[in-house]
């Protein structure tokens, strides 16, 4: 079931309903301390969320050897980039981290062990967000990595079993991309954020919304197989994986309702989506 405005679906939010779930297209670092259409929008969405006692982020940026959480107290700011302005490697996002959130986590998921990490902190596709949604950086946030050695159908099913964190107050973050090649990247001028799709890529994107409008978990799972653009789409799972954990959190009832809905660069969308009921 699709809302057409996530406005809505977020104002209709009634205490006492689980957490909101939300996935969202970071894109360009620069977003973290440019004023743009995209930043606004990320700041309209934190103040709409209600308030939740934790933030459980997936970010494309953290990957590992088998599925691990961070239980740090008071996580780092990862600047995980190179080339950019030193404006945005001074950024600082000094939330607290939780590792009582850390072992709920490894509580949640009965299907494989889940290694608590002392190291990591924050990366950008999970501060460069957050530093829009909850300025203040009062909220605790714990970052949930990606295991690279497993398929598609592994993440989906640890978003099955971390759906449960929804009753307790916990907002489940995804930030990856929904289309991400940066090798087939086209700048029609100076800015990166100039709305802009290939047709490969503007195809992609269409075939992955009606994929989700209709609920076909099982094609978005086996998104290899979908296209001859999908392939072009995603030719590196990364980016795209964090959108399966936020999907197989969805329940019975939950509303879809997609923002930031752009192409970019010729090779990568926006698009984002907030999953809750209404």
Known sequence: MVSRDYRDLLKNWKTGNQ????????????????????????????????????????????????????GLTKPRTIHDFGGFPQELYEVQYPAPGSPALAKRVQESIQSVGISIDKDWGLDHGCWSVLKHLYPDADIPVVQFSLDYTQPA???????????????????????????????????VSDDFNEAFGLDWALEASKQLKNLIEEERYEDLIHYQSISEEMLLAVP???????????????????QIAFFNDEPLAGSLTMTSLVIGGA
């Not at 970010?59 to 599925?67: F, K, R």
């Open 19 to 70: 957490m909101p779930v939300l996935f969202v297209g970071h894109g360009n670092p620069m977003n973290a301390i440019e004023d743009n259409r995209f930043s606004a929008s990320w700041e309209e969405v934190g103040s709409l969320l209600p308030r939740p006692e934790a933030v459980l982020c997936v970010s494309a940026h953290w990957e590992t050897w088998g599925p691990a959480v961070n």
């Open 153 to 187: 159908s592994f993440h989906f099913k640890l978003g099955r079993e971390l759906a449960c964190l929804r009753k307790e107050g916990i907002l489940i973050v995804g930030s990856g991309n929904m289309v991400h090649n940066l090798r087939r990247v086209v700048m």
């Open 236 to 254: 590196t799972p990364e980016h795209y994986l964090p959108l399966l954990y936020n999907l197989a959190a969805k329940q019975d009832g939950d």
